[in-house]
T-cell receptor, first 116, second 113 residues
């Protein structure tokens, strides 16, 4: 299957700082990428849909000014958590759909963010 | 929008027994139903999927069944092994959703040796 690479795999930052997470599609072009947040023992909660060359679409309740998404190329989407607070600590994971099959989602490795 | 319910939330079985996880969905236009396995701290991995024009699909010890009329789909794992222990998520892809999957809440499967 296709490969989606996400970095960093884990990061610890201080409250008030910003953290950028990258998601790259290595062997295919992804016009759409999805960003999820997953709290311990919970499901994947969709935060936003990243669209190459246009603004991201955010799910209800997700602050677009806090979670900045950029999808500047067909292989790279970034999520920046701005002014991070301890409650932002979570597992963030991206995925890109298989546009050829119109189905399967390929997930990045995930990023464990801890805000102290 | 689509709503996916998944049960049970936890499931404990003895090695060698079968495990069944069930999901229901609300949008009759949904046409693709994947199942993902997620080990602690790792990314979800697709283990099997089924499209709406098929009623059952099997891959070795894993099978998925779909009842479109009832809007149910289930994951069946036979001859369970300790390495099957993980969280399993079902998902549904609504028609025309631009690939946006809706996930169930997950089932923590524990296979006891």
């Amino acid at each position: 299957g296709a490969v989606v690479s996400q970095h960093p795999s884990w990061v610890i930052c201080k409250s008030g700082t910003s953290v950028k997470i990258e998601c790259r599609s290595l062997d295919f072009q992804a016009t759409t990428m999805f960003w999820y947040r997953q709290f311990p023992k919970q499901s994947l909660m969709l935060m936003a849909t990243s669209n190459e060359g246009s603004k991201a679409t955010y799910e209800q309740g997700v602050e677009k000014d806090k979670f900045l998404i950029n999808h500047a190329s067909l292989t790279l989407s970034t999520l920046t958590v701005t002014s991070a607070h301890p409650e932002d600590s979570s597992f963030y994971i991206c995925s890109a759909p298989d546009a050829v099959k119109n189905t399967e989602a390929f997930f990045g490795q995930g990023t464990r963010l801890t805000v102290v | 929008g689509e709503n996916v319910e998944q049960h049970p939330s936890t499931l404990s079985v003895q090695e060698g027994d079968s495990a069944v996880i069930k999901c229901t969905y609300s949008d009759s236009a949904s046409n693709y139903f994947p199942w993902y396995k997620q080990e602690l701290g790792k990314r979800p991995q697709l283990i099997i999927d089924i499209r709406s024009n098929v009623g059952e699909k099997k891959d070795q010890r894993i099978a998925v069944t779909l009842n479109k009329t009832a809007k149910h789909f289930s994951l069946h794992i036979t001859e369970t092994q300790p390495e099957d222990s993980a969280v399993y998520f079902c998902a549904a892809l609504p028609g025309g959703s631009n690939y946006k999957l809706t996930f169930g809440k997950g089932t923590l499967l524990t296979v006891n040796p």
